[in-house]
Nanobody, 124 residues
Framework: QVQLVESGGGLVQPGGSLRLLCAAS????????MAWYRQVPGQERELVAR???????EYADFVEGRFIILRNDAKHEVHLQMDSLRPEDSGVYYC??????????????????WGKGTLVTVSS
């Protein structure tokens, strides 16, 4: 099993910044990717950013260069630096880990683990 604990959420004014942290523990082998998703009430959970074990990153279109995902395998952490925040960035941000070997992940297999989320509110 993998346990994920998020922190760093809170209330910030439009244009402000937040840095989210996800700390992973447990059986941390074959961690193919670490990612951040977000969800607002009434909508599906959506990918914000993902970083793979090779360091490749993927960002949602709405990020528009405002966020950076950083993975620290030595500390088993993943951060999401969010700048120029907008009210529409508000939501619960969830940390995700996909445990899979590289071939399995590329074939669409693996086990997902989720944290409980941290609330981000962007409002004046």
């Amino acid at each position: 099993q993998v346990q994920l604990v998020e922190s760093g959420g809170g209330l910030v004014q439009p244009g402000g910044s937040l840095r989210l942290l996800c700390a992973a523990s447990g059986t941390l082998v074959n961690i193919y990717s670490m990612a951040w998703y977000r969800q607002v009430p009434g909508q599906e959970r959506e990918l914000v950013a993902r970083v793979t074990s090779s360091g490749s990153t993927e960002y949602a279109d709405f990020v528009e260069g405002r966020f950076i995902i950083l993975r620290n395998d030595a500390k088993h952490e993943v951060h999401l630096q969010m700048d120029s925040l907008r009210p529409e960035d508000s939501g619960v941000y969830y940390c995700n880990v996909l445990r899979a070997t590289v071939p399995a992940a590329l074939a669409g297999y693996g086990v997902d683990f989720w944290g409980k989320g941290t609330l981000v509110t962007v409002s004046s």
